[in-house]
């Protein structure tokens, strides 16, 4: 009898895992060059307080620009989500942040992690690569359209290209 009721639970274990299949981990990786110093636009990517970048950014709010601080970033649209900053680093030239509230219909995402490198590429070029990490919106299985895989990933990469988009505009002018 217990072999039997072991042999059953070995099975349901071994078989229901087998197929059960949450979300996988999707990234995004881009890159942008940008005609200014690199002192420039670390200054403009290093500041955590000024999130002007995104076009589809109403306005961004934070007590400070310090390790730890968060930020919530409204959108013209409609909807806000909110960033904790989790390293500044000058020396390298690198920030990283990670988003602690989101709404769906702007960025569907869970766990998601930024971050930004910044190095010259020549005497007046910047190479700014911005990478994410995260889950889709849904994280059980059989998400809805807009919070799966191929959708969450797409509106990341709508995010990031409006960020980088923004940064360069700012960055090339004056």
């Known amino acids: 009898m217990f072999r039997n009721l072991l042999?059953?639970?070995v099975s349901i274990f071994v078989f229901g895992s087998?197929?059960?299949?949450?979300?996988s981990r999707q990234k995004v990786s881009l890159t942008v060059n940008i005609n200014a110093p690199v002192e420039k636009v670390w200054?403009?990517?290093?500041n955590f307080k000024e999130f002007k970048w995104n076009e589809n950014v109403k306005d961004s709010k934070t007590s400070s620009n310090e390790v730890g601080?968060?930020?919530v970033i409204s959108f013209k649209g409609g909807g806000a989500i909110k960033q904790k900053l989790e390293k500044l680093n000058s020396e390298k030239k690198m920030v990283s942040w990670r988003v602690v509230e989101t709404d769906n219909k702007i960025l569907p995402v869970n766990s998601y992690a930024s971050k930004i490198f910044v190095k010259a590429d020549g005497d007046n070029r910047t190479?700014?690569?911005?990478?994410s990490g995260f889950y889709r919106g849904f994280m059980g299985n059989d998400p809805?359209?807009?919070?799966?895989?191929?959708n969450s990933k797409k509106k990341v990469e709508e995010f990031i290209e409006g960020n980088l988009k923004g940064l360069k505009k700012i960055a090339e002018s004056n």
């Open 127 to 131: 190479s700014v690569t911005y990478k």
């Open 43 to 46: 200054q403009l990517i290093s």
């Open 69 to 71: 601080s968060e930020r």
């Open 7 to 9: 042999a059953i639970f």
């Open 18 to 23: 087998a197929f059960a299949h949450g979300p």
């Open 144 to 150: 809805p359209p807009e919070l799966n895989d191929e």
